[in-house]
């Protein structure tokens, strides 16, 4: 199953996309949120790249509760699946900046471009651990979630 996962911020917007077997998680963009087009554009997007299925990082704290932020991620996300018929699923996002950022910089991407990649290295951290997930539960790539 191919699917979209998006990092959803107040002014950005990191993306990710898996490959149909659910192996990969790869980083894809930065956009700039802007609330109606952005939908428009990702919906766009999803029917371009053979899209089925969505991951949405939802904020949350250390103890599990949902940040302040968890309510505008989470209605982004069920606007976009509205907008695109797609399942939605929300993946708990705490800690992946920190984890992208780490990534990155194991993998000597100075630290400019690292800014620039950041929220896309996100979404693929948010994707991996999803796909991770649905791979320990023995979840066949070809199911929905």
Same mark, same amino acid.
């Given at each position: 199953m191919r699917w $979209?996962? +998006? &990092?959803?911020?107040?002014?950005? +917007?990191? *993306?990710? #996309?898996s490959?149909?077997?659910? +192996?990969?998680?790869?980083? #894809? =963009?930065?956009?700039?949120?802007?609330? =109606?087009?952005? *939908?428009?554009?990702?919906? %766009?997007?999803?029917r371009e790249e053979g899209v089925q299925a969505l991951a949405v990082g *939802?904020? %949350?704290h250390k103890d599990g509760a949902e940040s302040a932020t968890?309510?505008?991620?989470?209605? #982004?996300? =069920? @606007? $976009? @699946?509205?907008r695109t018929g797609l399942p939605v %699923?929300?993946?708990?996002?705490h800690l992946s900046s920190a984890e992208? =950022?780490?990534l990155l910089r194991e993998r000597g991407v100075r630290p400019e471009k690292r800014k @620039?990649?950041? &929220?896309? @290295?996100a979404a693929a951290v948010i994707l991996?651990? $999803?796909?991770e997930d649905r791979r320990a539960k023995g979840i066949p790539a070809d199911r929905l979630p």
């Open positions: $979209l996962s +998006i &990092d959803h911020g107040t002014k950005k +917007i990191g *993306l990710a #996309f490959d149909e077997l659910e +192996i990969l998680a790869s980083p #894809f =963009e930065v956009w700039p949120q802007e609330g =109606e087009r952005t *939908l428009e554009r990702l919906a %766009r997007l999803c *939802l904020p %949350r968890a309510p505008a991620a989470r209605a #982004f996300g =069920e @606007a $976009l @699946a509205h %699923r929300f993946v708990n996002e992208a =950022e780490r @620039a990649m950041l &929220d896309a @290295a991996a651990e $999803l796909l």
